[in-house]
Each structure stands twice: as structure tokens, then as C-alpha cells.
């Protein structure tokens, strides 16, 4: 090899070795930078949301996540939100041990120490901060401000979390309500920001309900999942270790950061939000098909315009979700979208609808039904639906994945209430379904029962088939010839 071509390759090692140190002793700059890209966690930083939370099981990159972004909105630097000058935030975690050993850790691994002004102890020495436990770290800010981190432990209680005006909170795994709740109200002067990212090993708690639930339609909720695939950085031998390692259910929570569902079953197991939630399109006027409603007054009422395709197919395409109403409130509503989507009148100009029979019932406030309340504000209301509830659930679950797998329900994701219920229907006691929010799931019922029970396949013969089935009788016929 020619001298020229050794110092050549000398100076490429050369750099290779010194970006590799770079790397190494400056996390930040190389954090998603090169060619393995933890996608899950730039969709996360990306969110221009207020509430950002990411669920994930160990060693998802779910942890890394919280705390560059608490170095980014500490430093000024996030590129991707609008950043501040002495920025005030806290980060949460379930103890100081877990504090200690986790969040703590990866603020120091990410912060670089010509950016921290003071380290405020709890205990231990400033000079080895990693050996002890960490209250505040004063950080150089780029706009020439100084910004603090604190940390927090839930085991102070909710009365050590108030009074305080934030920037942001991380939770560094999922905190009691109550601390949620009133970290909630110290973000709310500044128009601060809460992220969280942890394992949901608790099951399906609050934060299922008020996160996980709410993130398809809440303007300032996000939520994502990450799994031991999505992080680049573990081996597949790695990645086989764990796996054998594990339960079946160990694995839905601590690999996939999936929510055990705390001993109850799902009524609509069929369900999965890819497939049968849709983005809004233009539907052919000659798909519309019925409006259905659950009436209430002081419980919501849920009302859904269907449309049906020539193949079968349902499509719920808007709707109308709320309590403490009157009918005619309700009935303007209805007829507000209706006009929105140019939907068919009677000769009459009244729009029909399908509605649970329980309308027929009179009102103490006008001694009349519903049902004639509706009609006489422009809704000619059909009560006459068929409410068997197993009935009902069964041809639901068909529609969403019949025998074949195939799927013929198809909801908008503008119908964020009957979304919402379906995902948290779930079986109690004694077989019934948890009477519970389901009122977009009662009328869904009551249109899926109206439509005709989906015909059986037809067997349809190629002519090839057809031609070798009259050769073949042929044949037969010949036989008996001789």
C-alpha cells in the first residue's frame, strides 16, 4: 500500500475516532443524529401538544425522551418549540431512589456541566452529584437567563406540589392523580407544558382514561407508544433475551408499554383503532343512510349519521354528543349537521331517525314523549328498534371482523365520543357489559340491527369450472352409455 493511501486511511480512523469521543462525551449533539433514528421518540419531541406523554416498556427510549426534553426547554434550545428565557420546571419522580437512579442520572448525562451554574443538594456533595440526591440544578439558559430544574418526589405528598408557577413538568413514570392533578394547575400561568413517559404497569388507570382515551381528539393531548423494536440500539440478541425472559403479560406492559386491562375483557375485542378509524372524506349522497339516537337530558345524547356503500360497507360520519339539554336544543343540533351534509328530508321536511323506544315514555315538564318532542321540532323519530343487547353486541362484532377477517364498519375520526366508548366497553359481572358510557354504543346497535343480517357468499363459478363440471358429466353420462 502506497504511503499517500496509509496516511490517507490514518486520517479517516483519524476522524472516525474523534466523532465517536465527541459522541461519547457529548450526548446531546449526538441524540438521534446518525443513521439509527429513534423515529417514536422524534414524533414525541415534534408534538406542538401541551400534554405529550410516551408509553413504553424498558428499554423502549421512552426515559431518554423526558430528559432531553427537559435539557432543551431548561437550555433554550428545543427545535422544535418556541423557547424561553429562565425557564422553571420540575421533574417527578415516584421516589429520591428512583430520582436517584434514573431521571436524575440522565439529566446529568445530557447537560453538559459548562451549562450548570449551581447544583443545590438535598444530599450529598456538589462536587459528585451523581453520588447523592439532587433538588435543583441552576442552568446557564442561551438567551443569558438561568433556568432551574428541580426534581420532586410523589412521596412528599400532593401539599409539596403547590403554590408554584411552571414552565413544565416531567413525570418520569406515572405519579398519583392528585400530583397530576395539581401539577396540572402549576403549568397553567405560564401556559406551561407536562410530558410523562413510563411503563403502565398499574393497568388501566387515570391516565388511560384521561390520556390514552382523550389523545385522538383533545387539541392538547398526544400519546404515543414505543417498544423494544422501535429503539435502534438494542440487539436482536438483546432483543431474544428479553423476550424469554418474560411472561406473556409482563410482555404486553414492560415490552410493548401497553395498558393491562386490570382483570376485564373487552366487549368489542374485534375493535382496532388502525383499521376501523378513518380519516373524514366526501360521501356519495346516494350512501346516506339513517341517523340513530339515544336520547338523555341530563345524560348525554348521542346522536350519528350512517352511510352504507354498495358493498355493505357502514361508515359513521358525523355525530352529536351532549348533556344537560333540551330536545329542541338537541334537534337543532341534528338538523345543523344535516344541512351541513345536505342530508334527505321527507316530503314533509322533516328528517327521519331511528331512536331507542324508552322516547315513548312522557316528560314531567310537557307531559309529552320525546319521540313527539322530536317530532314536533323537525326529527320524525322511529322508535320501534330492536334493543336486544347479546343480539345487538353480536352483529356489531361482525361488522367490525367477520368470520373471514374481513371488516365492514368504518368510523370517522371526527366521532371521537363513539370512539371513546368503544374502547373502554368492557364485560362486569354476570356477563353484562359494565353499564357505563355507552350511550353512542346503544344507538350504533340500534342501526346495526336495522340493516339486514349480511347475506351469505355466493359461490360463484369461473367458466373454466363451469366448463369442467359439464365435461365431467358428460363423461358420467357416457359411462352408462356402455
Known amino acids: 500500500?502506497?504511503?499517500?493511501?496509509?496516511?490517507?486511511?490514518?486520517?479517516?480512523?483519524?476522524?472516525?475516532?474523534?466523532e465517536l469521543q465527541n459522541r461519547k462525551n457529548n450526548p446531546l449533539s449526538s441524540y438521534n443524529k446518525g443513521d439509527k433514528i429513534h423515529k417514536k421518540q422524534l414524533e414525541f419531541h415534534k408534538s406542538t401538544k401541551r400534554n405529550r406523554w410516551a408509553f413504553g416498556g424498558n428499554r423502549s427510549g421512552k426515559t431518554e425522551c423526558g430528559a432531553v426534553e427537559?435539557?432543551?426547554?431548561?437550555?433554550?434550545?428545543?427545535?422544535?418549540?418556541?423557547?424561553?428565557?429562565?425557564?422553571?420546571?420540575w421533574v417527578v419522580s415516584l421516589s429520591t431512589k428512583v430520582q436517584k437512579e434514573v431521571a436524575q442520572d440522565k439529566i446529568l448525562k445530557y447537560l453538559d456541566k459548562k451549562y450548570i451554574s449551581e447544583i443545590i443538594m438535598n444530599t450529598g456533595k456538589k462536587a459528585s452529584p451523581e453520588y447523592g440526591v439532587i433538588d435543583t440544578i441552576v442552568v446557564k439558559n442561551v438567551f443569558g437567563g438561568l433556568s432551574r430544574i428541580s426534581f420532586k418526589s410523589c412521596e412528599e405528598g400532593r401539599e409539596k406540589f403547590q403554590g408554584t408557577s411552571l414552565d413544565f413538568v416531567w413525570f418520569d413514570e406515572e405519579p398519583p392523580e392528585d400530583i397530576y392533578t395539581e401539577c396540572r394547575m402549576r403549568v397553567l400561568d405560564k401556559c406551561g407544558d407536562i410530558f410523562g413517559t413510563m411503563t403502565p404497569l398499574k393497568g388501566q388507570t387515570y391516565i388511560y382514561d384521561q390520556i390514552y382515551l382523550n389523545s385522538n381528539h383533545d387539541p392538547e393531548v398526544f400519546s404515543i407508544f414505543m417498544e423494544w423494536a422501535d429503539n435502534p440500539y438494542l440487539s436482536q440478541e438483546e432483543l431474544k433475551r428479553l423476550n424469554s425472559c418474560m411472561s406473556q403479560e409482563e410482555l404486553t406492559s414492560r415490552r410493548y408499554g401497553?395498558?393491562?386491562?386490570?382483570?376485564?375483557?373487552?366487549?368489542?375485542?374485534?375493535?382496532?383503532?388502525?383499521?376501523?378509524?378513518?380519516e373524514p372524506f366526501t360521501v356519495p349522497h346516494e350512501y346516506y343512510d339513517k341517523i340513530s339516537i339515544d336520547p338523555g337530558l341530563n345524560n348525554p345524547l348521542s346522536a350519528h349519521f350512517y352511510a352504507c356503500d354498495?358493498?355493505?360497507?357502514?361508515?359513521?360520519?358525523?355525530?352529536?354528543?351532549?348533556?344537560?339539554?333540551?330536545?329542541?336544543?338537541?334537534?337543532?343540533?341534528?338538523k345543523e349537521i344535516a344541512k351541513n351534509l345536505n342530508w334527505p328530508k321527507r316530503k314533509d321536511g322533516k328528517i327521519e331517525a331511528l331512536i331507542d323506544s324508552a322516547a315513548n315514555q312522557k316528560t314531567l315538564a310537557s307531559n309529552k314523549s320525546v319521540t313527539?318532542?322530536?317530532?314536533?321540532?323537525?326529527?320524525?323519530?322511529?322508535?320501534?328498534?330492536?334493543?336486544d343487547l347479546f343480539s345487538g353486541i353480536s352483529r356489531v362484532k361482525r361488522y367490525?371482523?367477520?368470520?373471514?377477517?374481513?371488516?365492514?364498519?368504518?368510523?370517522?375520526?371526527?366521532?371521537?365520543?363513539?370512539?371513546?366508548?368503544?374502547?373502554?366497553?368492557?364485560?362486569?359481572?354476570?356477563?353484562n357489559p359494565v353499564k357505563k358510557d355507552d350511550h353512542a354504543l346503544d344507538e350504533l346497535r340500534y342501526y346495526i340491527m336495522d340493516k339486514p343480517e349480511p347475506a351469505e357468499l355466493v359461490n360463484y363459478k369461473s367458466e373454466i369450472t363451469k366448463n369442467k363440471e359439464r365435461l365431467y358429466k358428460q363423461l358420467r353420462q357416457n359411462k352408462r352409455k356402455f
Open 1 to 18: 500500500m502506497k504511503r499517500s493511501q496509509v496516511n490517507k486511511k490514518i486520517i479517516t480512523l483519524n476522524k472516525v475516532f474523534l
Open 400 to 431: 367490525l371482523k367477520d368470520g373471514n377477517g374481513n371488516s365492514k364498519l368504518f368510523i370517522f375520526s371526527s366521532c371521537v365520543n363513539l370512539i371513546r366508548e368503544i374502547k373502554s366497553y368492557y364485560w362486569g359481572n354476570g356477563d
Open 310 to 334: 354498495y358493498d355493505g360497507n357502514v361508515y359513521v360520519i358525523a355525530e352529536h354528543f351532549e348533556a344537560e339539554q333540551t330536545v329542541e336544543y338537541h334537534a337543532n343540533k341534528i
Open 372 to 387: 313527539e318532542l322530536f317530532f314536533e321540532n323537525g326529527i320524525a323519530v322511529n322508535p320501534n328498534v330492536k334493543k
Open 258 to 278: 401497553k395498558f393491562l386491562s386490570n382483570n376485564k375483557s373487552m366487549v368489542y375485542k374485534e375493535f382496532d383503532q388502525n383499521i376501523h378509524v378513518i
Open 70 to 89: 427537559t435539557v432543551w426547554l431548561a437550555l433554550g434550545i428545543h427545535p422544535y418549540r418556541e423557547n424561553r428565557e429562565n425557564v422553571f420546571g
